[in-house]
T-cell receptor
Framework: DQQVKQNSPSLSVQEGRISILNCDYT??????FLWYKKYPAEGPTFLIS?????DKNEDGRFTVFLNKSAKHLSLHIVPSQPGDSAVYFC?????????????FGTGTRLTVIP | DVKVTQSSRYLVKRTGEKVFLECVQD?????MFWYRQDPGLGLRLIYF???????EKGDIPEGYSVSREKKERFSLILESTSTNQTSMYLC?????????????FGPGTRLTVT
């Protein structure tokens, strides 16, 4: 049973435009959310995170928005660059339970077209 | 910088062979994880360990075992490989409770079972 869902397997965006990647979750115990970026033949690298006490976290071109009532988060990349082309994974954990393991979505492949 | 290394980048094995994947982290992290990544399924947790000689099953432990004899080293063992274990295997580590919840990943091992 997938507790973290990324319903769009792929997304194509023109360079310079905004990329919006979406993620939904079902477990109300999740209180910490992360986005990872993965290039082919490499391990995922951490991009940005957000705690459930916030609704927005920004880091340069990357912003993550959290809507707890909808159990939805999104990653905005603006402006998008060709180097952003990768697979993006959303992940969640239930820190309040003391657990450290992450639950991952299935990933969204972003292609930024020059 | 946290460094997580994996013993092999690519492996090709025949059905029934034993496979031993080793992961080493250099940040004195208590928690270590093994995932497999498959297209359309995202990252699925196989096993994790929160201390030396401790292990917990993840979502898909069948056909796998693990070993954590030293804090920095977490090994994944496939006693008798099958073709459905062809996958990308990713190791990760994370700091202690109350610290970072950002998992650091190794570069991955692409295992092909023929």
């Amino acid at each position: 049973d997938q507790q973290v869902k990324q319903n769009s397997p792929s997304l194509s965006v023109q360079e310079g435009r905004i990329s919006i990647l979406n993620c939904d979750y079902t477990n109300s115990m999740f209180d910490y959310f992360l986005w990872y970026k993965k290039y082919p033949a490499e391990g995922p690298t951490f991009l940005i995170s957000i705690s459930s006490i916030k609704d927005k976290n920004e880091d340069g071109r990357f912003t993550v928005f959290l809507n707890k009532s909808a159990k939805h988060l999104s990653l905005h990349i603006v402006p998008s660059q060709p180097g952003d082309s990768a697979v993006y994974f959303c992940a969640a954990s239930a820190r309040q339970t003391g657990a450290n393991n992450l639950f991952f979505g299935t990933g969204t492949r972003l292609t930024v077209i020059p | 910088d946290v460094k997580v290394t994996q013993s092999s980048r690519y492996l090709v094995k025949r059905t029934g062979e034993k496979v031993f994947l080793e992961c080493v982290q250099d940040m004195d992290h208590e928690n270590m994880f093994w995932y497999r990544q498959d297209p359309g399924l995202g990252l699925r947790l196989i096993y994790f360990s929160y201390d030396v000689k401790m292990k917990e099953k993840g979502d898909i432990p069948e056909g796998y075992s693990v070993s954590r004899e030293k804090k920095e080293r977490f090994s994944l063992i496939l006693e008798s490989t099958s073709t459905n274990q062809t996958s990308m295997y990713l190791c990760a580590s994370i700091g202690g409770a109350g610290g970072f919840y950002e998992q650091y990943f190794g570069p991955g091992t692409r295992l092909t079972v023929t």
